[in-house]
């Protein structure tokens, strides 16, 4: 079982920045995959960000490219997410997921069997 625990997020204005946390507990192995997924009211769940921790390789949906960077801390087992030029479709719930494996990493939702509980994202025009 892996548990996983999401914080940061909140409100910004359009342009302005936020940053998202993600650390992982329980059964951990030393390479697996974590990622960062939103849902907006309405909406499927989008994957936005990837990271294959222990090799640093890291994987960013086109639809954010240029303005999210994903990161990790190997030794805390946390991955980051820092968002600048926030734009009001960036706005929604965003999750955290992992999957213990050393496969290269996907950004589909139906990959991942470990999943946070979501914090909320809201950018105003």
């Known amino acids: 079982q892996v548990q996983l625990v999401e914080s940061g997020g909140g409100s910004v204005q359009a342009g302005g920045s936020l940053g998202l946390s993600c650390a992982a507990s329980g059964y951990i192995r030393s390479r697996y995959c974590m990622a960062w997924f939103r849902q907006a009211p309405g909406k499927g769940r989008e994957g936005v960000a990837a990271?294959?921790?222990?090799?640093?390789?890291?994987y960013i949906a086109d639809s954010v490219k240029g303005r999210f960077t994903i990161s990790q801390d190997n030794a805390k087992n946390t991955l980051y997410l820092q968002m600048s030029n926030l734009k009001p479709e960036d706005s929604g719930m965003y999750y955290c997921a992992a999957r213990m494996t050393s496969f290269r990493c996907q950004l589909d939702r139906d990959w991942y069997d470990a999943w946070g509980q979501g914090t909320q994202v809201t950018v105003s025009s």
């Open positions: 990271a294959q921790i222990g090799s640093g390789s890291t």
